[in-house]
């Protein structure tokens, strides 16, 4: 059905709103995610891994790091997020976040660039001073890139390098988080999706 869904609105004029939604409908309202932080340097190594519990149930996120609660505080004003223990990771890139914001339009001057070999629509996200772009898969409703911006400079990406199908939904099970210009990016794993 949410195939169906993403496919319907993908196929017609879809509104940057509708786009974003689809990209939403593909991670369920109340989740449970487990996977793995893993930080590397530019050639490979690694630096740092985690393993992490993400759960939200009735709009109530939770985080558990390494077996120990991490505090969750809500972005009250328009500042970039924090990272998780010193990763490239934030609390938005493991919630999404920004998909819920109100303020969405299309990047017209992007329409049409690829990721991964997958033509998507480009949406701008604003909240406050914060903006996002995402890349949104025109076939599949799937996000497939994200970078946040501070200023016109864009100081993060996030990319899907693999999906997977959990049950009925398809989501990115790998995906890369690189603070621009700081020498090591962060590779993200959904182990599970409940």
């Keep these: 059905m949410i195939a169906l869904l993403a496919s319907f ?3 017609t004029n879809a509104t940057p709103r509708e786009l974003v939604q689809s990209a939403r409908t593909m991670i369920p309202s109340d989740v449970e995610l487990t996977g793995r ?6 050639r490979g190594v690694v630096l740092e891994e985690h393993d992490y519990v993400y759960v939200r149930q009735a709009g109530v996120p939770a985080l558990t790091i390494d077996g120990e ?3 969750l505080s ?3 004003d328009d500042r970039l997020p924090t990272s998780v223990l010193g990763t ?3 609390t938005s890139d493991i919630s999404l976040d920004y998909l819920w914001w109100d303020d969405v339009s299309f990047d017209e001057t992007r329409e049409g660039e690829t990721v991964n070999g997958q033509v ?3 949406v701008v996200l604003k909240k406050g001073d914060r903006l996002v772009r995402v890349w949104v898969d025109r076939k599949t409703g799937a996000l497939m890139q994200a970078e946040e911006y501070e200023g016109d400079k864009a100081v993060r990406r996030l990319w899907g390098t693999r999906l997977k199908k959990f049950g009925d939904r398809w989501m990115a099970n790998v995906m890369e988080v690189e603070t621009l210009g700081a020498g090591h990016r962060t590779k993200i794993t959904v182990e599970t999706l409940k």
Excluded: Q, W
Excluded at 37 to 42: H, K, T, V, W
């Design 9 to 11: 609105l993908i196929a």
């Design 37 to 42: 932080l893993i930080m590397r340097n530019r």
């Design 69 to 71: 609660p991490f505090a």
């Design 74 to 76: 809500e972005t009250t």
């Design 88 to 90: 490239d990771v934030t």
């Design 120 to 122: 998507c629509a480009v």
